[in-house]
């Protein structure tokens, strides 16, 4: 198997995962509790914690990018080519659809579903931009200071908190985005939300990975 190929089906994996956890918190979340702040903190805390476990596991392998936006940037700075660009984001929009429906199979409903939860207005497209920013600060901040070991930390951190103080809740990711498009749940999201969500993320994703470099740390030992 090539290291590409390898690689990508850990981002497929990966990917996957977080939508099935996610999906699936969130179903539970609102079976357990018909209050929504609950529901919400239910999914927030199992996404939190699945993401910080699949950055550990899956780091070595992929990077565990797990986001278009994420490997957008990687290709931006030209740590990685287009080409397996290109690969991994078509490897994580298929993950997060697989992740979607094993959500829906488990919890014993339709296997094909698309989400009627309209999710559009200038407010949660904002969040969505400040939530992307934030995640892309977050990594390639840590990266650029050698500290990547402390992602799987970080990121969940950050995602936890815009949870809750983002209009949006915090997607951040085009192909989760997608992925909960086929799950009519408490997590899904319109089809003709998505595109407003999904250029957002991308341009959130520009601003962060421009504050990065202005706001990079001098090198003092020239």
């Known amino acids: 198997m090539s290291a590409l190929k390898n690689r990508s089906i850990a981002e497929f994996a990966g990917t996957g995962m ?7 918190s969130g179903i539970m979340g609102t079976a357990l509790s018909a209050d929504v ?8 805390i199992a996404t939190v914690f699945a993401l910080g476990l699949l950055i550990l596991l899956l780091g070595p392998i992929s990077g565990a990018h797990l986001n278009p936006i994420v490997t957008a940037v990687f290709a931006w700075r030209k740590t990685i080519s287009l080409r397996e660009a290109v690969t991994y984001g078509i490897f994580q929009i298929l993950g997060a659809i697989t992740g979607a429906i094993l959500a ?25 931009i400040i939530a992307s920013a934030g995640l ?37 990711n085009p192909a989760v985005t997608i992925g909960r498009v086929f799950t009519n749940t408490f997590t899904g999201i319109a ?14 994703a520009a601003i962060g990975a421009l504050l990065v470099r202005a706001l990079r740390m001098p090198d003092t030992t020239k």
């Open 18 to 24: 977080l939508v099935l956890v996610s999906a699936g």
């Open 37 to 44: 702040g609950i529901a919400l903190f239910i999914d927030m």
């Open 104 to 128: 829906n199979v488990m919890f014993d409903q339709n296997a094909f579903q698309t989400s009627t939860h309209t999710r559009s207005s200038v407010g949660l497209w904002i969040g969505e």
């Open 136 to 172: 892309v600060i977050v990594i390639f901040t840590l990266i650029d200071r050698k500290s990547a070991h402390l992602i799987s930390i970080a990121a969940p951190v950050w995602i936890g908190s815009a949870y809750f103080f983002t209009s949006s809740t915090s997607f951040a």
């Open 191 to 204: 089809p003709s939300s998505v595109a407003g969500y999904v250029i957002a993320q991308f341009i959130g």
